[in-house]
């Protein structure tokens, strides 16, 4: 309780900072916080293309984007963590302000642009993670992207790949992200496919690939982009990233800010994203639903859409990490109500 009432203490001051000002500190608040994870019930484990999670909930890149707190969001219960997106060379990103909470709308707009340190920053916090932590509580993926200035995308991918594949229990491919110019027009298949044979050509097999796509594809682009997941061979797709779209019920002023929309407004695009890939897949990728996800309901309709696991960021946000505990308990108690031994047996269960 009193470490709750001290939680609840900092978002509120937390809320009263700009965002991206709030952002920060809260990177440093979490460096130092303690196991606020709570053991799962052991009908909530399952796999993320091959990797063993206590429970399907994780973090979705962006909130650490220079791997810099990795065990502190492990101890505040992910069962994984996402970290990047990095690029192969630091950079600033976009001018400020660059990111917006919508409080009446249970949204953030963001148009960071990848600002990060660099991958060679990067993979050295990432290595001293590793070596310090023999037994991590949890798994922790690599999202990779491209320089806003780079005139060979192909080749920052590869060098992506290439330097964080021995450090990470996956690597997301990110070519969705609204906020670098170019970035989305990877997702047509004339540029995917010669992106997909590089990332080939790259990869470590033990290392899992994920393609990670935009909910604004239409159906005929979403089932070119799966197929061409499957032909290569890649292990999982996540769905799905921001929205450049401005759904007509946002009500804050701050709504038409350009840039990636997260949070509740984003939950019905993204739920038909995930139910058109999964049909597609046929249970032969694995997916992650990401989106508009803030309850266990929530959960549990994308684990029953087809993802094996989900992740959160703009919740997160608003809640703090004993929103985790809260999920993992009212997950488990549907998972009763519906007779249900295992989170497993409800993957792709309403397709």
């Known amino acids: 309780m009193i470490l709750k009432r001290a939680e609840a203490a900092v978002r509120h001051v937390l809320r009263q900072l700009p965002a991206e000002t709030a952002h920060d500190l809260a990177l440093r608040v979490l460096a130092f916080a303690p196991d606020l994870s709570a053991v799962a019930p052991d009908r909530l484990r399952t796999q993320l293309c091959g990797l063993d999670l206590a429970h399907p909930v994780g973090l979705a890149a962006g909130f650490d984007k220079n791997a810099r707190i990795v065990d502190g969001l492990l101890c505040a219960g992910f069962a994984f963590v996402e970290t990047g997106t990095v690029t192969p060379r630091p950079q600033p990103g976009n001018p400020k302000p660059r990111l917006f909470r919508l409080d009446e709308d249970g949204a953030i707009i963001n148009r960071m642009g990848f600002n990060n340190d660099g991958l060679e920053r990067y993979c050295e916090r990432l290595s001293g993670f590793r070596s310090r932590t023999r037994e991590p509580r949890g798994s922790v993926g690599a999202n990779i992207g491209i320089n806003k200035d780079s005139s060979n995308p192909l ?32 997702q047509a298949a004339e540029a995917l496919r010669p992106l997909l044979e590089r990332i080939c050509e790259e990869r470590i097999r033990t290392t899992p690939v994920l393609l990670k796509i935009a909910p604004d594809l239409d159906g005929d682009e979403l089932d070119a982009i799966t197929d061409l997941a499957l032909q290569y061979r890649l292990d999982g ?14 009500a804050a002023p701050q709504r038409q800010e350009a840039g990636g929309l997260s ?89």
């Open 155 to 186: 080749a920052d991918y590869a060098a992506g790949l290439r330097k964080v594949a021995p450090l990470a229990d996956y690597v997301t491919i990110n070519i969705s992200s609204p906020n670098t110019p170019g970035l989305r027009a990877l």
């Open 263 to 351: 949070g509740k407004p984003l939950h019905d695009l993204a739920l038909a994203a995930l139910r058109r890939v999964a049909q597609r897949t046929e249970g032969r990728l694995d997916l992650v639903g990401v989106g508009g996800i803030s309850t266990a309901a929530d959960v549990y309709e994308r684990i029953r859409a087809g993802a094996c696991c989900i992740q959160l960021y703009t919740a997160f946000v608003y809640h703090g990490p004993f929103l985790i505990r809260s999920l993992l308990e009212d997950l488990d108690t549907l998972l009763q109500r519906d007779g249900l031994s295992s989170i497993r047996e409800a993957v792709g269960i309403d397709l």
């Open 237 to 250: 797709m996540i769905v799905s990233n921001t929205t450049i779209s401005r759904p007509s019920c946002l």
